[in-house]
């Protein structure tokens, strides 16, 4: 059964403040590794999906890096905005349908 | 606006009892997914069919079953309801399988009493 973790739980950051959170795998049976945005009250909305080894994809103010060797993945959040605030998932396919994690909180405080 | 429709958005009802939750997939999508939301759970994987046929089954309950029609929306089924199966179900959508980006629907959340 693959496990994803997803580092912290919850942030709290201040407008302007840049952050960054970490999502870890099994680096054995990976094909693609998803972000999600999931609002409060709205459903989760695709940030990026990524299969290579180093890809990095970016969309405005966030970015994404991938590690499969090491199976992690970090989201960076540039300049955050009270508008991000939202729960971040991951998620890994391999050779089972998608996997989430639980997700990391952010909060960002105006 | 994901493209995707789930209805009812809310459905309220009590224990041992059924019902029907449907979805309809964005244009030109083959593949339909179910996701159980509960409280202090992960998204969890139920079901996945593409073009009609099921292709990955996950935790889904013997008391649950889905299926998808020609015009490609689903139905998700959940029977002799129990208080744990309270939770929000989400269905969502994508061009082909699942290492492809998926697109959610609103979910529906069922509430059993």
């Known amino acids: 059964i693959l496990n994803v973790e997803q580092s912290p739980q919850s942030l709290h950051v201040q407008e302007g403040d840049s952050t960054n959170f970490t999502c870890s795998f099994p680096s054995s049976n990976f094909y693609a590794l998803h972000w999600y945005r999931w609002e409060t009250a709205k459903s989760p909305e695709a940030l990026f999906v990524m299969t290579l ?48 994690g639980k997700g990391t909180r952010l909060s960002v405080i105006a | 606006d994901s493209g995707v429709t789930q209805t009812p958005k809310h459905l309220i009802t009590a224990t041992g009892q059924r019902v029907t939750l449907r979805c309809s997939p964005r244009s030109g999508d083959l593949s339909v997914y179910w996701y159980q939301q509960s409280l202090d759970q992960g998204l969890q994987f139920l079901i996945q069919y593409y073009n009609g046929e099921e292709r990955a089954k996950g935790n889904i309950l013997e008391r649950f079953s889905a299926q998808q029609f020609p015009d490609l929306h689903s139905e998700l089924n959940l029977s002799s309801l129990e208080l744990g199966d309270s939770a929000l179900y989400f269905c969502a959508s994508s061009v082909a399988g699942f290492h492809n980006e998926q697109f959610f629907g609103p979910g529906t959340r069922l509430t059993v009493l």
Do not use: H, M
């Open chain 1, 53 to 100: 080894n180093g890809d990095e994809k970016k969309k405005g103010r966030i970015s994404a890096t991938l590690n499969t060797k090491e199976g992690y993945s970090y989201l960076y959040i540039k300049g955050s905005q009270p508008e991000d605030s939202a729960t971040y998932l991951c998620a890994l396919s391999g050779n089972t349908p998608l996997v989430f």
